[in-house]
């Protein structure tokens, strides 16, 4: 029987970065991936086709708008078969990428789905085999919808959005989350009309202000329904779906459409794992851990999609890095675990038009906190880049403590946010203040000068060094 230090089971994001951190470190590790093709769910189904798709549905639009910039043009025809080859072809091109790196690792990798014998042996093709520890990165799936739906009802997922091939005539996207409102926003600017529900406002964890001007911004191109409950779906009369919404005010509404494109979100994947015969029970929707990435089992650790909790790519990687760190201390008998780096804030980007980005505690994180702040915003269309560039929607938020300055959070809804974030990010993780932002130069014009109108504003209202 075959036993290994580690056995890293879903070689993706997180899977690769642990399984390569382990065999970096000395440790015989056997790598295990179940899907269908090699590359993780971001190549293949995620970030990388979405944005491909979604360039060419705001280069689009950028057309379209052409007119007060001096530009005249028809109306632009898109090829739908060239977009999606382009897609399809940077797809491949990025896994490729990938395969590679992974092939080229040094660990030994088997294709193939495992499953658990007892806490310390797993099957693989008929196969027992050993682990002194165990890494979970088996990614995640589509939350199932949480109302009745007719059998012959058309759902989708936006997996079977990449095997479109045409432009459907209308759409119902349920859910405005990254995966709703990208691809909603794709649909309705490819030709599509699209319907967008979502049972509470636009950004209301986040910046309700800012979900209402992302709001005003969508609604120029697709209908929005938020806050509205979605009742049920039901089977078209003449194919395709249709969906029950009970609006705001109490009111019904039926809205038929090609198909649904259910984007409520995604669940830890445990299947076919053996989860019991491992010692392993789920909390909820999934496997309880702690800041360690560490199961109740002490030798199996998560990381990536399947914790449950942020599923972005660059938490991937660390958590995959820090879970094999840890378990190698594990099988040694060392102590002090790795928990999350307490420098890095958490941060998200929505790459619909215009994005949103946000990193660090939000205004409302902070009422919840009882934490005194003070804010200062900007809006991009009285800025003199964003004045330049013909912005219509969108400002910049930024949040500071009053005693010190120093910068706690920011969000921004605006062009070029998702590039943007990464000023307050680095000032964050830093531990800088409002008026270390002053205490450089910021080039001129620039959307990034905002920041220099924000932090002045915030540094004549905290205390802390000034200069």
């Not at 109740?296 to 820090?322: C, S, Y």
């Not at 790795?338 to 505690?361: H, L, M, T, Y």
Request: net charge negative; hydrophobic share 40%; proline share 5%.
């Amino acid at each position: 029987m075959k036993s290994y230090d580690i056995i890293v089971l879903g070689v993706g994001s997180a899977g690769s970065r642990a399984a390569n951190t382990a065999h970096q470190a000395g440790k015989s590790v056997l790598g295990i991936d179940g899907g269908e093709r090699l590359g993780g769910l971001c190549i293949l189904r995620g970030c990388m086709p979405t944005k491909t798709l979604l360039e060419t549905a705001h280069r689009l639009h950028e057309i379209r708008v052409a007119e007060p910039f001096g530009i005249q043009v028809g109306e632009p025809q898109v090829d739908f078969e060239a977009m999606m080859d382009r897609m399809r072809s940077l797809v491949e091109r990025f896994r490729n990428a990938k395969v590679n790196a992974i092939k080229s690792a040094g660990y030994e990798l088997r294709r193939g789905t495992a499953r658990f014998l007892d806490p310390h042996h797993i099957e693989l093709d008929g196969e027992k085999i050993h682990g002194k520890a165990f890494i979970l990165c088996t990614g995640s799936k589509v939350r199932p919808i949480p109302v009745p739906v007719e059998e012959g009802a058309d759902v989708r997922t936006s997996d079977d959005l990449f095997k479109l091939l045409e432009v459907p005539s209308r759409v119902v996207v349920l859910g405005a989350g990254a995966v709703g409102l990208e691809f909603a926003q794709w649909l309705a600017r490819i030709g599509c009309k699209v319907l967008l529900g979502n049972r509470s406002p636009l950004l209301r964890r986040k910046d309700p202000e800012m979900g209402e001007e992302l709001r005003d911004a969508l609604c120029e191109e697709m209908e929005v329904l938020a806050p509205a409950r979605i009742e049920e779906i039901l089977k078209g009369e003449d194919g395709g779906a249709r969906v029950r919404f009970e609006l705001h005010d109490g009111k019904e509404r039926l809205v038929d459409c090609d198909f649904v494109l259910d984007a409520l979100g995604r669940i830890p994947n445990y299947e076919g794992l053996g989860l019991e015969a491992a010692g392993l029970r789920l909390k909820g929707e999934r496997l309880a851990s702690n800041d360690f990435l560490q199961t109740e089992v002490p030798h199996i650790f998560v990381a990536g999609d399947t914790t449950g909790t942020r599923l972005i790519l660059h938490d991937a990687n660390l958590e995959g890095q820090r879970a094999a760190r840890n378990a190698i201390r594990v099988i040694e008998g060392e102590e002090g675990l790795q928990g999350p780096d307490p420098r890095i804030p958490p941060f998200d980007v929505i790459f619909s038009d215009p994005p949103f980005a946000s990193v660090g505690k939000s205004w409302i994180d902070l009422d919840q906190e009882g934490i005194l702040f003070r804010e200062a915003t900007k809006f991009f269309p009285k800025q003199g880049r964003g004045i330049c560039m013909g912005v219509r929607h969108g400002f910049m938020r930024l949040l500071a403590n009053p005693q010190t300055g120093k910068v706690l959070g920011c969000q921004i809804l605006g062009p070029r946010a998702d590039d943007l974030i990464h000023v307050p990010m680095a000032v964050i993780a830093m531990g800088g203040s409002v008026h270390d932002m002053l205490r450089f130069p910021w080039y001129h014009p620039t959307l990034a000068e905002s920041f220099v109108e924000v932090a002045r504003e915030l540094s004549g209202q905290c205390g802390g060094q000034k200069e």
